[in-house]
């Protein structure tokens, strides 16, 4: 039943889109449905559409492990040492506050105009809200739990494996949930600065050319994109959370 509403409001608002864009909304700025079919059917038959996706696709899996993987890493050093943290707790503070957007052209100018720029830039922004997440969790695994497995003779390795990272296994997936679709705002934003393919490259061709319907096709793409990438980490965060009871928690309606 809800798959057929979400479909519902779907037809729904895309027939309202196109009937505003028949009458009193101009179809310049806002485009309609119909055209935007159009130019998607267009681009999904031309092999640079599909080597543009592949590139970015490439790009944000890309930086999206280097800056989960090394964000988590990050976490668990600062963990397991707290003294670590309290010495670089500011440094990463401050890194974190530098706006991504005016760190760009410097790392264009660092890494070049190919892969890499893009994959860094991802990276980037991926880090610090993994980062942040993870090392919330591991903060938060409760102490108690900890000096019973030391009270029964667990080694470290021991206590990490079975009580740290499952306790904090639901924040570091809200945390890589969350960075994902940055990693892809990172690569969308390194390919507009410099690029020559990728759907960054496509998306700002359109726009520069007062293309509305081509600037809502690629958009559609990344949301595309973007859905298929949230729904198989969901079915990860399922997998690894099958051990944790469902809520019962139901919003009441105070009527």
Do not use: C
């Not at 690894?240 to 105070?254: E, M, Q």
């Amino acid at each position: 039943m809800t798959r057929l509403l979400q479909i519902a409001v779907f037809v729904a608002f895309g027939l309202l889109w196109e009937t505003a864009s028949r009458t009193f909304a101009d179809p310049f700025y806002v485009s309609s449905p119909l055209r935007v079919a159009q130019v998607l059917a267009a681009d999904l038959q031309n092999a640079g559409f599909w080597r543009d996706l592949g590139i970015t696709l490439r790009e944000l899996l890309l930086g999206y492990l280097f800056g989960a993987a090394g964000g988590i890493a990050t976490a668990v050093v600062f963990g397991r040492w707290p003294r670590i943290a309290q010495i670089f707790d500011p440094f990463l503070v401050a890194l974190n506050s530098i706006p991504r957007i005016a760190l760009a052209p410097l790392i264009v100018i660092w890494f070049g105009i190919d892969i890499a720029s893009k994959v860094v830039l991802a990276a980037t922004l991926v880090y610090f809200l993994t980062f942040f997440s993870a090392l919330a969790g591991i903060q938060s695994v409760e102490p108690r739990l900890i000096n019973i497995g030391r009270v029964m003779g667990a080694s470290e390795w021991q206590i990490f494996r079975k009580i740290v990272l499952p306790g904090a296994t639901s924040w570091i997936m809200t945390g890589l949930r969350t960075s994902l679709p940055f990693a892809l705002i990172g690569v969308i934003v390194g390919e507009f600065m410099a690029s020559a393919a990728g759907l960054g490259f496509r998306l700002n061709f359109y726009a520069t050319s007062y293309n509305a319907a081509g600037t809502m096709a690629m958009l559609m793409v990344m949301m595309v994109v973007m859905m298929s990438l949230n729904t198989v980490m969901q079915s990860i965060e399922q997998h690894l959370l099958r051990w944790r009871p469902k809520s019962s928690y139901r919003f009441v309606n105070p009527s």
